[in-house]
């Protein structure tokens, strides 16, 4: 009987190969595991997950900072057939309580060091409390389950699931309202890892670069289930620092980024060609990269950066091509066995070609639904089963994907639809200009108020008032913005999404509404 996706995720690796290199932490050696340890290791921690009362279909939620113990953690959980549910590390014991309560997790794992703050969130919600830190040295205490599950027994008969079984519950970011958990089937991630490492031609021979947060889509499952099924080989660094990549970029194939490593890569000096001379691929996903970021990327280094496009919900939708024209300001083509369409928000009838529009979606890779949401879930699929994702996009004359901003982000400001996109990319091009996000927000006359909010390049000083002459009479009026403020830098989340809703609250007041 098969585990659909450990089955088809470690079918093809020779045990003996690398899978990780886990650089050494001030001076001390690397580690090392081979494709036997993820076996090895991931059968421990899964007969210790059953002797802690684990079955198939429990919620294991896991609030753990960023190891390879916490990776073959996951694939224990698969192997039970328990349901990985990882948490932001930057939730507070509030918003836990709330996942656990929300997805009536059994067990929940934490770090060692914010245990006591924990416990009692764990204990109101009936989950049975257990940490896991990073393992540094075998005497050195890591959280209970390293200490119990490392001198287990390797062998562990995995527990039949098939393909529509829930691998994985990933609560979204919730930038409005709760918080919603999106249920992940064993093949929304089989089949969207084998669409990727094909479209990008991923090899045993690859070795991937990994900085990503592991709690998130990109890193925790594009990452990792791409490099396990093409049995290439992970360099798994503790997170984004520019001097480790900048260490490890000469002995690696590829990298897998937000936005923002590519802005700070390209911030220095030592990011050059020669030092990417071993690179074969740059992905660069979770938020938009400026065009701006992909000539610069590609002037320095010989590279074009492929984009792609997903998100939680979904997994991964489109990219660019490998082979192909990499397009910049786009995410390229639908992947294959992905759907891909753009309608009208309110009729939800498909927009004539170029027309703006919502993105909607259906294929293997996209979810069954939101946990114990059966409302939500309904509203944000149509009868015939493309899911609406929320985001504006076009589709231009040769096919490629345009990403406009997020629906909720849509400006509607007397009765008219404007897109921030459009105003970002113009102030972008203003010298001095580093970058910007126009928000709307509350105004008496308009409904809302066009706002831009700019950063300037360093060692540069922005005019407003001559910025605003400048875009004067280079868009329509009710598009223009009403003020532009400068900020040092916009306020970003994890995976280097600018948040707007932040940006929205700090302005808020600016119109006179009373
Ligand atoms: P998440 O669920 O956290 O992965 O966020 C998904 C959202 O990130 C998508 O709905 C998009 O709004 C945005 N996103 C992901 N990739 C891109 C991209 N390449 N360009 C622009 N936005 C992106």
Redesign the pocket.
Known sequence: MKNHLFDGLLKTPPRERQFAEIPGAKNAPARYYSYQDVHDVSGKFANLLVSWGVEAGDRVAVQIPKSIEAVMLYLACVRTGAVFLPLNTAYTANEVDYFLANAGASLFICDPEKRDGLVDVAKENNARLETMGVYTKPDVFAGSLLDEGLDLDTTFENIPREADDLAAI?Y??GTTGRSKG?MLTHDNLLSNSQALAGLWQFTKDDVLLHALPIY???GLFVATNVAMLSGASLILLGGFNTDAVIEHLPKSTSLMGV?TFYTRLLDDERFNRDLVSHMRLFV??????LAETHIEFEERTGHRVL????????NMN?SNPFDGERRAGT?GFPLPGVSLRICDAVTGEEVGKQAIGI?EVKGPNVFPGYWKMPEKTAEEFRDDGFFI???LGKIDADGYVQ?V??EKDLIISGGFNIYPKEIELLLDDQDGILESAVIGVPHKDFGEGVVGVVVANSGASVDTEKLLAIIKPLIARFKQPKHIFVLNELPR?A?G?VQKNALREQFNNVFDCS
């Open positions: 990933l979204t970011s999106a998130h889509t990109h936005p660069s996903g979770s938020a938009p990269l984009e792609r496009y997903g998100m939680t919900e979904t489109t995410v993105i994702t929320g985001d990403i901003g997020r989340n995976m999404k």
